[in-house]
């Protein structure tokens, strides 16, 4: 029982590249979210999904596409990576009780 | 818009000590309250929550309290150890259609304790 998982764990991308950032839940978990985290600032919802082939934007999702083809997987596109979308990404996942969100051990990204 | 706001940003204690970290939130809809820890290059950690309809939980050294008129939740720590220093963040939770709970972060509180 792996949990949550991220893949990769370090990135770095020009600007302007584009690349999909992963995630996978094995806990049977219909509710996965992404964040984003940068000093200061806590953890800023990107997308969500309340489950297979239902997503919908967070707080900051300009620049970023999701889509939840099934339950376990909740990939995160970057479209065109802008210097302001390096950060620090996780992918949390909850089920329908109790509330205690999971989280993944995230991805640092770097857009040079 | 919705709004957690958190205090202090920086704390730090001697073993021992008490600790706390308050928080208000903005959006009278909130029903949860959970709390994180998160190590340096660690992922947040659930470390205890609140539902809307308790004023305090307790967990060994750990408690929460809840003011609810005054749209205030508090963490507090007893006998800190250093293994207690870490970033901590408040959170509160409005449940959207879907049932998704929507969680809005604090900016966080980084706790030092110093043997």
């Known amino acids: 029982n792996a949990g949550v998982t991220q893949t990769p764990k370090f990135q770095v991308l ?9 995630c996978a839940q094995d806990m049977n978990h219909e509710y996965m979210s992404w964040y984003r985290q940068d000093p200061g ?17 967070g707080e ?3 620049g970023y596409n999701v889509s939840r083809s099934t339950t376990e997987d909740f990939p995160l596109r970057l479209l065109s990576a802008a210097p302001s979308q390096t950060s620090v990404y996780f992918c949390a996942t909850r089920g329908a009780q109790p509330y205690e969100q999971y989280f993944g051990p995230g991805t640092r990204l770097t857009v040079t | 818009g919705e709004n957690v706001e958190q205090h202090p940003s920086t704390l730090s204690v001697q073993e021992g000590d008490s600790a706390v970290i308050k928080c208000t939130y903005s959006d009278s809809a909130s029903n949860y309250f959970p709390w994180y820890k998160q190590e340096l ?11 809307s309809n308790v004023g305090e939980k307790k967990d060994q050294r750990i408690a929460v309290t809840l003011n609810k008129t005054a749209k205030h939740f508090s ?9 207690d220093s870490a970033v ?26 110093h043997p």
Request: charged share 15%; proline share 4%; glycine share 12%.
């Open chain 1, 14 to 22: 020009k600007t302007g590249q584009s690349m999909t950032l992963q």
């Open chain 2, 88 to 113: 901590y963040f408040c959170a509160a939770s409005i449940t959207l259609y879907g049932g998704y709970n929507k969680l809005i972060f604090g900016a966080g509180t980084r706790l030092a304790v």
């Open chain 1, 60 to 62: 900051v999702p300009n």
């Open chain 2, 41 to 51: 290059g660690k992922r947040p950690q659930l470390i205890i929550d609140i539902r």
């Open chain 1, 41 to 57: 600032m806590g953890l800023r919802l990107i997308h969500y999904s309340v489950g297979a082939g239902i997503t919908d934007q």
């Open chain 2, 75 to 83: 963490l507090h720590i007893t006998e800190t150890q250093p293994e």
